[in-house]
């Protein structure tokens, strides 16, 4: 009798597990659901969240200030789709772009927004203890932008000497920004395009990166000009060549960084 009872409980629970699921909205945006979408999916067994880190920074004269944001949202819900257990949270679009008074680095542009390192921690921070109150068991910095990763990992390693004894894990993984310099470069390269070409800033590759993910990026009309010879290119703010470049070219990339971050994001969980 005891055992018949059991049987249907779990018979129950697996049922209203599913009807869950089913239910579910067709989506991985975390800010897109419920708090009760939320708590639903945290219990059906979502428990790795990915923070995906832009930033607001000039791009040159050809490329949006908001790049790495779009570039960083819709990454991270390639990902997390390919995981099949992960939610995405809203998109952090304000970072350490360099100093105001006097400007430099990025805020030398028109544009480009910056905050101190120190309150770009505490905002990675408290985002990673609210996330773990919710039920998140994994929780991912995925920064689309070099300046701040020594931050999430500084933010990383402190949560997690907190919370040794937790379940809880935040994880600053490098290979998602690395990719692009590295197997992204070396494709690039394989092509026949050259370093001073590929960039490290709106140049090649990421202008390519940009037109695969959304079109709207980049203007098209100034990519002839943006770069004809005899501009200075450092002055306009970009490293590297946009003129060759294609959304076919980016699509390189957005596989190489997808697959490359999935692979990653699995190793970490599975130490976890």
């Given at each position: 009798?005891?055992?018949?009872?059991?049987?249907?409980?779990?018979?129950?629970?697996?049922?209203?597990?599913?009807?869950?699921?089913?239910?579910?909205?067709?989506?991985?945006?975390?800010?897109?659901?419920?708090?009760?979408?939320?708590?639903?999916?945290?219990?059906?067994?979502?428990?790795?969240?990915?923070?995906?880190?832009?930033?607001?920074?000039?791009?040159?004269?050809?490329?949006?200030?908001?790049?790495?944001?779009?570039?960083?949202?819709?990454?991270?819900?390639?990902?997390?789709?390919?995981?099949?257990?992960?939610?995405?949270?809203?998109?952090?679009?304000?970072?350490?772009?360099?100093?105001?008074?006097?400007?430099?680095s990025h805020m030398r542009y028109p544009g480009t927004i910056s905050i101190p390192n120190q309150t770009f921690q505490q905002i990675l921070e408290y985002a990673a203890r609210s996330l773990k109150l919710h039920g998140f068991r994994d929780i991912v910095f995925l920064g689309d932008h070099g300046g701040y990763q020594k931050d999430e990992q500084a933010v990383a390693d402190r949560l997690n000497?907190?919370?040794?004894?937790?379940?809880?894990?935040?994880?600053?993984?490098?290979?998602?920004?690395?990719?692009?310099a590295t197997a992204y470069a070396e494709a690039l390269r394989q092509r026949g395009y050259s370093n001073d070409e590929i960039g490290a800033h709106a140049g090649l590759a990421d202008t390519s990166l940009a037109?695969?993910?959304?079109?709207?990026?980049?203007?098209?009309?100034?990519?002839?000009?943006?770069?004809?010879?005899?501009?200075?290119?450092?002055?306009?703010?970009?490293?590297?060549?946009p003129r060759r470049a294609t959304a076919e070219l980016g699509q390189v990339g957005v596989g190489a960084i997808v697959a490359q971050t999935v692979d990653a994001i699995k190793r970490a969980t599975a130490r976890r």
């Open positions: 009798m005891i055992a018949r009872v059991a049987q249907n409980l779990l018979a129950v629970l697996l049922l209203a597990t599913a009807q869950a699921l089913a239910q579910a909205p067709q989506t991985v945006f975390l800010d897109e659901l419920t708090s009760s979408e939320l708590r639903d999916q945290v219990r059906a067994g979502r428990r790795t969240i990915i923070v995906p880190i832009g930033g607001t920074e000039q791009n040159g004269p050809h490329m949006v200030l908001g790049k790495h944001n779009v570039r960083v949202k819709v990454l991270a819900e390639k990902i997390a789709l390919a995981l099949g257990d992960a939610l995405v949270a809203p998109v952090m679009a304000y970072v350490p772009e360099g100093g105001i008074s006097p400007p430099t000497r907190e919370w040794a004894s937790a379940p809880t894990r935040v994880h600053a993984l490098p290979e998602y920004y690395r990719t692009a037109l695969a993910i959304d079109p709207r990026l980049v203007r098209r009309d100034l990519l002839r000009s943006a770069q004809a010879p005899g501009i200075d290119r450092a002055s306009e703010g970009v490293t590297g060549d």
